[in-house]
């Protein structure tokens, strides 16, 4: 395949996503809080992310 090595770049248009910081708060292994978007105007949405063992594997020494 000829593109084998090459690095690929798509242009693209999205909505904008904000988190509002004011909003997060952490229960136990829960983070919730409200996401803005950008849509015809500002629109808050809620969020629910449970962190679990799993999203904190890695390497952390890299």
């Known amino acids: ?7 690929r770049y798509l242009v693209t248009c999205r909505r904008r996503i904000l ?6 708060d952490l229960s136990e292994d829960t983070i919730t809080g409200l996401l803005c978007v950008a849509r015809d105007g500002w629109v808050t949405l809620p969020f629910r992310f449970r962190l679990s063992f799993e999203h904190h594997l890695g390497h952390p020494n890299r």
């Open 1 to 7: 395949m000829q593109l084998v090595g090459c690095n």
């Open 19 to 24: 988190v509002d910081p004011q909003s997060i």
